[in-house]
């Protein structure tokens, strides 16, 4: 018993120890951050794009959309289906790619055993936004017509009886 109460007492002190260094460690200041000279004065302050252009963003997106088609020919009834089809539409929402981004939104709902409902919704609210979007870009989705009064059918009267 006096040999128990001893590593007891020492796994208390221990415990004690490894909490208050813990502890300790979180109150520590970071380190300063390293700045960096802004531009010269003079010059315009405007903040230069550091978002990447689309042809980089679509180099980017290309691996990942080989990977995704690779895993797929090579496991087409995987259980992992169900996070690869969201990988899908993300990638093709970055491209704007509305009509594939809803084609895998479908496929990903298509898997109602396996999903769970919340996934399930997220699924068709995916396929709504981006059915939404393709038909309010002007660049991607359908063109408006642009016809002006002379092309115009001209309206019929009105029967009356």
Partial sequence: MNAT???DRFAMVATLFLVAGIGL????????????????????????NTTPSKPVRQRRLLPLL?????????????DLLSYIYPLYYQAYSAQKNYAKMIESAD??????????ALTRFNAYFTHATAYYAMVSDP????????TSRKQRRPRLPLLQH
């Fill in 66 to 78: 080989k990977c995704l088609d690779d895993f797929v020919a090579k496991y087409p009834n995987s």
């Fill in 139 to 146: 660049v991607a989705g359908p063109t408006p017509r642009k």
């Fill in 5 to 7: 109460t001893k590593i």
């Fill in 107 to 116: 496929k990903l709902a298509g898997l109602a055993d396996k999903i769970d």
């Fill in 25 to 48: 460690s979180a109150f520590a200041q970071a380190p300063a951050a390293v700045r960096t000279p802004g531009p010269p004065r003079g010059r315009s302050t405007r903040r230069r």
